[in-house]
């Protein structure tokens, strides 16, 4: 997608041998023109696949899963928590997942009323690298039955195994914009 | 705001005495309907405020700020962080504020690079409790030497003094829906 690659370009940070540095337009400071150019393209790679609800994981997921709900005809948006509140339901779907970017091990939780059995489910991220949060995500939508159509992603580490190890296991995955490696802090980007 | 007074009455819940649940439609599940005609409830009551950046905190507060940056013409979006990264900048704004949903104190934080001295800040949130959250962020704008035009709130608790206190300092405060108490389950609406 050319305005995500030219933002990355114009943007972007590579940091060290793994991080890509994103937080003028992403994932700290949003750009939202961008964002919802983002969610429309999203939108145009899954409406085949006739998803009928939008699952996210927060913080940063929740932006772009929004634009891509608003561009599917304002299909509802859930995202998964990842400290439980004092207002939560007892009755939750719940996965454990390892944050690249914060060097932690995270629960993630939806309270199984918003993930309705049958539910065709979209998933959106911001960032995918090792494909934790996806993986949490599918099982969470394992545990409520419901199937999950695509998984939706703004900028994808290539030269991680997230990617490469969903679509092994058939996911229809899409991703805007693939970094395919770091090079003295210039982002390189694979061909679309 | 009608949409919403209606999604309050008929999804959320009141536990205890002060808890406001509209995890159905607000901050867990999202209503994508709902979230940009709130937007564009937010955006007719500040365009006159001149606003040029929409500051709000993760997690909860991003949807509705990106709703409302989109409704004022795409202004761009800063989300304050509550854990560091390791992608973080050195140079941050940052204030300490209690959060009553989760009952701990976070540090929110802002790269400064993010809020450019002089940005006409309308800072949005979902929900306005003892008013941490706003005042937390009031402090990262006066760090940066950027004015508040606004602060603009999906629901506001009015029977919690935030929404006074904010008001009795000035600010020009608006809250789509003002919950005056919570009798036997029940939530109470103050009229608009």
Known sequence: MRALRDAIMTYGKGLGADIV???????????????????????????????????????????????????????????????????????????????????????????KQYLPAGSRVLIIDDFLADGQACQGMMALCAQTDCPVVGIGIGIEKGFMPGGRNLRAMGVHLESLAIVSGIQDGRILLADD
Chains 1, 2 share one sequence.
């Open 21 to 111: 540095k994103v937080d003028m337009f992403l994932n700290h400071r949003i750009d939202t023109t961008l964002l919802f150019q983002m969610g429309e393209e999203l939108a145009n790679r899954f409406r085949q696949d006739q998803p009928n609800l939008v699952l996210t994981v927060e913080a940063s997921g929740i932006a772009i899963a929004v634009a891509t709900a608003r561009a599917l005809g304002d299909l509802p948006v859930v995202f998964a928590k990842k400290s439980a509140t004092v207002v939560q339901s007892p009755d939750v779907a719940q996965a454990k997942v390892y944050s690249f970017t914060h060097k932690r091990e995270n629960v993630i939780r939806v309270d």
